[in-house]
């Protein structure tokens, strides 16, 4: 700070002034006041006392009371060893307040030349914005501001989750249970009405898992598959996903729809833009009320084309295999791992 200059420049006059030494203010060393010590700054006598051939407490004394008579930014002092433990004034640290509100850029190192990139939120969007995105939100945006005023250049950016499964489901359950609302008609935030289909779905699945459970079909599979003495709850629980997969008209529909997204469908592209839109719409009220932004957004959906392209690429030149189902694999097990 330029005022810790001038108290260099003032000490070294005292030296002169008190001991006839000629010293450069880059030979004085200043800092902060250890907490356990009364004082704000704190100068090194050690290096004069060779020179002068005097105690650091006579020297320190007689430095101290120079500056408190001459220098008008300092009111006390106190040596310690070899140490001058200066107080400054109450005022002054009012003007040094003062500046320091005046100045936008106060704390803040020049650019370095280098680049970081801070990616955070990144949500689906098949539920709406919550505690746990507050926190990583706020987590990346401070991370970002500490990094600029480091003098990095920032890139703030999120890789929004927009295609899958999850999406399927809330886009399948507003088709079936919507009749038609918005978030404009039912005066709900976007991503929070989206996010209410995705748990309507959820709810409407277990009630037809619940159906299956108790009819002579289920009971009957059950019979069939437990092992040993398994309770009818534990078994159910843990066929849960499997049922979605091979059973369920719900998931059937789910999964059909993914399908249809992925080829393109007119319809379904048209439902999947209109529900992100509603979603993109009340993430934005939350970042504007959080005061964040981003630089540059990804999308899964752009993404996971890179992935796919990837995995043709692996099957043309026998990296990868493809086994009846349609899946893809790669083996890795000359690599000390399974299958994958």
């Given at each position: 700070m330029d005022f810790l200059c001038d108290v260099k420049l003032k000490f070294v006059e005292g030296i002169k002034n008190c001991f006839d030494l000629d010293i450069h203010p880059d030979e004085v060393t200043i800092n902060e006041t250890r907490k356990e010590f009364k004082g704000d700054y704190t100068i090194v006598i050690f290096p004069l006392v060779k020179i002068i051939k005097k105690s650091p407490k006579e020297i320190g004394d007689k430095l101290g009371q120079w500056m408190v008579a001459n220098a008008t930014i300092i009111r006390d002092f106190e040596t310690v060893q070899g140490f001058i433990n200066f107080t400054f004034i109450d005022s002054f640290w009012q003007v040094?307040?003062?500046?320091?509100?005046?100045?936008?850029?106060?704390?803040?190192?020049?650019?370095?030349?280098?680049?970081?990139?801070?990616?955070?939120?990144?949500?689906?969007?098949?539920?709406?914005?919550?505690?746990?995105?507050?926190r990583n939100i706020l987590?990346?945006?401070?991370?970002?501001?500490?990094?600029?005023?480091?003098?990095?250049?920032?890139?703030?950016?999120?890789v929004i989750n927009d295609r899958g499964i999850a999406i399927c489901k809330s886009m399948l359950a507003w088709k079936k249970?919507?009749?038609?609302?918005?978030?404009?008609?039912?005066?709900?935030?976007?991503?929070?009405f989206v996010g209410d289909f995705y748990v309507m779905f959820e709810k409407a699945f277990q009630e037809e898992y619940a159906v299956f459970q108790n009819?002579?079909?289920?009971?009957?599979?059950?019979?069939?598959?437990?092992?040993?003495?398994?309770?009818?709850?534990?078994?159910?629980?843990?066929?849960?996903?499997?049922?979605?997969?091979?059973?369920?008209?719900?998931?059937?529909?789910?999964?059909?729809?993914?399908?249809?997204w992925e080829s393109g469908s007119?319809?379904?592209?048209?439902?999947?833009?209109?529900?992100?839109?509603?979603?993109?719409?009340?993430?934005?009220?939350?970042?504007?009320?959080?005061?964040?932004?981003?630089?540059?957004?990804?999308?899964?959906?752009?993404?996971?084309?890179?992935?796919k392209k990837a995995v043709d690429e692996g099957l043309d030149k026998g990296v990868f295999y493809r086994l009846d189902d349609g899946s893809v694999w790669v083996d890795l097990e000359d690599a000390g791992m399974d299958k994958k």
């Amino acid at each position: 700070m330029d005022f810790l200059c001038d108290v260099k420049l003032k000490f070294v006059e005292g030296i002169k002034n008190c001991f006839d030494l000629d010293i450069h203010p880059d030979e004085v060393t200043i800092n902060e006041t250890r907490k356990e010590f009364k004082g704000d700054y704190t100068i090194v006598i050690f290096p004069l006392v060779k020179i002068i051939k005097k105690s650091p407490k006579e020297i320190g004394d007689k430095l101290g009371q120079w500056m408190v008579a001459n220098a008008t930014i300092i009111r006390d002092f106190e040596t310690v060893q070899g140490f001058i433990n200066f107080t400054f004034i109450d005022s002054f640290w009012q003007v040094v307040f003062s500046a320091i509100t005046m100045n936008d850029r106060y704390g803040y190192k020049p650019l370095n030349g280098k680049k970081v990139m801070v990616e955070f939120s990144s949500p689906n969007t098949n539920k709406p914005l919550h505690l746990g995105h507050i926190r990583n939100i706020l987590l990346g945006w401070s991370c970002s501001k500490i990094l600029e005023a480091n003098g990095y250049e920032v890139i703030k950016t999120q890789v929004i989750n927009d295609r899958g499964i999850a999406i399927c489901k809330s886009m399948l359950a507003w088709k079936k249970f919507g009749k038609g609302q918005t978030p404009a008609s039912s005066g709900i935030k976007g991503d929070h009405f989206v996010g209410d289909f995705y748990v309507m779905f959820e709810k409407a699945f277990q009630e037809e898992y619940a159906v299956f459970q108790n009819s002579d079909s289920g009971l009957k599979f059950y019979e069939s598959n437990k092992e040993g003495n398994g309770d009818k709850a534990s078994f159910f629980s843990d066929y849960k996903n499997r049922y979605f997969n091979e059973n369920s008209q719900l998931g059937t529909e789910a999964k059909q729809m993914l399908l249809d997204w992925e080829s393109g469908s007119p319809e379904i592209m048209a439902l999947w833009k209109q529900m992100n839109q509603w979603v993109y719409e009340g993430f934005d009220i939350t970042y504007q009320a959080l005061g964040v932004s981003f630089d540059t957004l990804y999308y899964e959906s752009e993404t996971y084309l890179l992935g796919k392209k990837a995995v043709d690429e692996g099957l043309d030149k026998g990296v990868f295999y493809r086994l009846d189902d349609g899946s893809v694999w790669v083996d890795l097990e000359d690599a000390g791992m399974d299958k994958k």
